[in-house]
C-alpha cells in the first residue's frame, strides 16, 4: 500500500483544514486506518483511527470535537477533518495504513500543518 497525504498548510487560530489521505496498491478497504501527527522536538502522537468499514471511528483527547476522521473506501481515501485548530495541533501529519502494537505498517510520507496564533 502506498500512501500519499495532501492539503495540509498554513492557516490561522481557530481555522479548519481537511487532510486527505490517497491509497493504491494492495486493496485499502481491507486496513484499519490513523492519522498521527509530529510536532518538532516531540514524539509522534496518535490523532484518530477508523475501522476498515468505517463503522468505527475514535479520535484522541486532545482533539475531540475539534477533529473528525472518515474515509470513502470507493476512493480508496481516508479524510481528517480539523476545526477550531490552535497552534499546538502545529505537526506533520501522517496517514498510515495496518496498525500494529508498535505503529503501522504502512506509511505516508506526511504533510505539514502549522497554525498561526
Known amino acids: 500500500v502506498q500512501l500519499v497525504e495532501s492539503w495540509g498548510g498554513f492557516v490561522q487560530s481557530g481555522g479548519f483544514l481537511r487532510l486527505s489521505c490517497v491509497a493504491s496498491?494492495?486493496?485499502?478497504?481491507?486496513?484499519?486506518m490513523c492519522w498521527v501527527r509530529q510536532a518538532p522536538g516531540k514524539c509522534r502522537e496518535f490523532v484518530a483511527g477508523i475501522s476498515w468499514s468505517g463503522g468505527n471511528a475514535y479520535v484522541a483527547d486532545s482533539v475531540k470535537g475539534r477533529f473528525t476522521i472518515s474515509r470513502n473506501n470507493t476512493k480508496n481515501t481516508v479524510y481528517l477533518q480539523m476545526g477550531s485548530l490552535k497552534p499546538e495541533d502545529t505537526a506533520v501529519y501522517y496517514c498510515?495504513?495496518?496498525?500494529?502494537?508498535?505503529?503501522?505498517?504502512?506509511w505516508g510520507q506526511g504533510t505539514q500543518v502549522t497554525v498561526s496564533s
Open positions: 496498491g494492495r486493496a485499502f478497504r481491507i486496513y484499519d
Open positions: 498510515a495504513a495496518d496498525p500494529t502494537d508498535s505503529g503501522a505498517n504502512y
